[in-house]
Nanobody
Framework: QEQLAESGGGLVQPGESLRLSCVTPDRRLSTYVMGWFRQAPGKEREFVAAISWSMMSTNYADSVKGRFTISRRNGANTEIYLQMENLKSEDTAVYYC?????????????????WGQGTQVTVAS
């Protein structure tokens, strides 16, 4: 079981920002696609964003395009980040970090191989 550890979730008001982080000590994952998914209560897990191992390519769900930015750093640890701006109540969910050997266009969760435990993001006034 790979170790992907998310952090940075919390409670914010609409319009505010948050930055999520995900770290793994497994250096193999520096060559894997990394991404973020989210799951709201009563809903299926949905794709949010993905970034290639080279950092040259990214993909975003339409619902977050222009508001969220994914980035990564490959080093002693593999780290990815999700900068979330102008948060809305509909962004409320548990956010999961994921990793896989495919490509950034994998929007179905069953295509991804490794998962973190998730971090809660709540947007409410």
């Amino acid at each position: 079981q790979e170790q992907l550890a998310e952090s940075g979730g919390g409670l914010v008001q609409p319009g505010e920002s948050l930055r999520l982080s995900c770290v793994t000590p497994d250096r193999r994952l520096s060559t894997y696609v990394m991404g973020w998914f989210r799951q709201a209560p009563g809903k299926e897990r949905e794709f949010v964003a993905a970034i290639s191992w080279s950092m040259m390519s990214t993909n975003y769900a339409d619902s977050v395009k222009g508001r969220f930015t994914i980035s990564r750093r490959n080093g002693a640890n593999t780290e990815i980040y999700l900068q979330m701006e102008n948060l809305k109540s509909e962004d409320t969910a548990v956010y999961y970090c994921a990793s896989g050997t495919g490509n950034i266009w994998m929007t179905q969760s069953d295509r991804w191989e490794y998962w973190g435990q998730g971090t809660q993001v709540t947007v409410a006034s």
